[in-house]
């Protein structure tokens, strides 16, 4: 065996030749960052001599696409009246969520095809450009337009980054690095909505995109070194999936279509809903592998499950601060604690599935991650009892979060287990749109259900109360649909 950073060289039996040629094949193989000796690697951890760069570059990024994601957020309400397009707020999110999601898809064709360099390098210069053109812009239009190209870069980067994991680091480290991937999210959380805030409020929402455009740049650059180490298409892997672009493109405008429709409230919308509806059916299968839809056992179920987990926690976490304000009185402050508790909970989860000692089956660290998000569930609906101390609905939010990281974490883990090397891309593009489109579709149908229950006019405290009730009860059951279908992420032999 020849080693080099990043691959591992070896002779093949002299019977398997390279087309044309006359002596041994070479088979070029991603199994870890270091050989000639993967053992002391996996001792040392993900901040070994061997991976620590990668480690850093990694975690670097997922750190400011998370503190982006939260500063964003607490910008957005004074930026968008000030550009004169409250009419079109949700758009602001939308157009991120839309071309994201056309760009995981051709973010793991790249991969597959040409390996993860590209894509990494296209969606860094793609969500720069989209945070300076968001941070510039002097009318609504404008600024929609960077954030849909942030949305590109966004898309582009994460699925190169999936890819990047499933080829550098051996099977037994991933668990600890997908660990650290969710712990970047803690700080960001914390911190992200205050220095927005102090940003918004003592100079300008414009510093929140242009004072993070030039350093989104220093991770990428350290990371890309051990890119260029695993890039390349893996020879003798399985034929990547082609031709899903145009899948993709009807998914995002289906989607984009639908987000449309539920601004309105006529004729139209329902016109312009069942377009969307007809072009999320057609195309929205043809992104996932075959199955996912029926949750045939192994690679499939394993997609559909990160959609669930996504569905049932979004779905609530959009409304648990609403709640807490509109039901118990809280500060919008306050009430944003429930969500830094969240992180901290799902942070502490997944480096919990990392562990060395933690010895549980991959499906059963999936379905105790669901029935604690679906009990966490349950719990928020206390917060509707006043003689409930709020504290306790902030705790079990906490411990349903940790359920998330424990299995959100171990999908990922099971998602390279059961993928062919030449598939990492497409399969890792699959559990995006997966978690995206369950994302979308629950917390949609949850505003759907809060506006039919509100209208115009505030709705008696009774029947808001039934209101949340409902909508709790739908994001409980899918937790629970999530239960069951864990134990078909196996795999059974005959």
């Avoid at 919990?352 to 089956?361: C, D, I």
């Avoid at 749109?433 to 008696?460: C, K, M, Q, R, Y």
């Amino acid at each position: 065996m020849v080693s080099v950073p990043g691959v591992s060289w070896v002779l093949t039996a002299p019977s398997v030749r390279t087309p044309g040629s006359g002596g041994p094949c070479v088979e070029r193989r991603y199994d870890s960052l270091v050989t000639p000796e993967p053992g002391r690697a996996i001792a040392q951890g993900v901040l070994g001599p061997a991976h620590r760069r990668l480690s850093i570059g990694i975690v670097s990024t997922v750190v400011f696409i998370a503190f982006e994601s939260m500063a964003v957020a607490t910008a957005m309400p004074t930026a968008v009246p000030e550009l004169d397009g409250l009419e079109l707020y949700a758009f602001a999110f939308s157009s991120f969520f839309t071309t994201s999601l056309f760009a995981m898809v051709v973010s793991g064709e790249l991969c597959d095809r040409r390996g993860p360099r590209l894509p990494l390098v296209l969606g860094t210069a793609s969500f720069t450009v989209g945070l300076l053109l968001a941070g510039s812009a002097q009318s609504m239009l404008p600024f929609l337009a960077g954030r849909a190209t942030q949305g590109l870069g966004g898309g582009l980067v994460i699925v190169a980054l999936y890819v990047v994991v499933g080829r550098a680091y051996p099977e037994a480290m991933r668990p600890k690095i997908f660990a650290a991937m969710s712990a970047a999210w803690v700080v960001p959380s914390i911190v992200g909505p205050l220095v927005a805030g102090v940003l918004t409020d003592e100079l300008s929402w414009r510093w929140v995109f242009l004072g993070i455009a030039p350093l989104v740049l220093v991770p990428v650059l350290l990371a890309l070194p051990s890119a260029r180490a695993v890039d390349g298409p893996p020879p003798g892997g399985a034929a990547p999936r082609a031709g899903r672009k145009r899948y993709a493109l009807a998914t995002a405008v289906g989607m984009g279509l639908l987000q449309y429709a539920g601004s309105r409230a006529d004729l139209i919308a329902l016109g312009v809903a069942a377009v969307a509806l007809v072009l999320l059916a057609f195309s929205v299968p043809k992104l996932l592998p075959p199955g996912t839809i029926v949750l045939r056992r192994g690679l499939p179920t394993v997609v559909a499950m990160r959609g669930i987990l996504a569905g049932a926690f979004f779905g609530t976490e959009a409304f648990l601060p609403l709640l807490l304000v509109s039901e118990r009185g809280l500060s919008s402050t306050l009430a944003g604690l429930s969500l830094t508790g969240g992180a901290l909970g799902w942070a502490s989860g997944s480096w919990y599935q990392g562990r060395t000692k933690t010895v549980a089956p991959r499906y059963l660290l999936v379905r105790v991650g669901c029935l604690l998000v679906g009990g966490a569930i349950c719990a928020v609906s206390l917060a509707l009892i006043p003689s409930v101390p709020v504290a306790v609905v902030m705790l079990a939010w906490t411990v349903g979060a940790f359920g998330m990281g424990m299995s959100m974490a171990s999908v990922s883990v099971l998602l390279f287990q059961l993928s062919p090397v030449g598939e990492h891309g497409a399969n890792s593009a699959a559990l995006q749109v997966s978690d995206a489109l369950f994302s979308a579709t629950f917390v949609g149908l949850a505003g759907t259900i809060f506006g039919s229950g509100h209208g115009e006019t505030a709705a008696p405290t009774g029947v808001a109360d039934w209101i949340y009730l409902v909508i709790l009860a739908v994001m409980v059951g899918l937790a629970l649909v999530g239960a069951w279908a864990a134990g078909r992420v196996r795999v059974t032999t005959a």
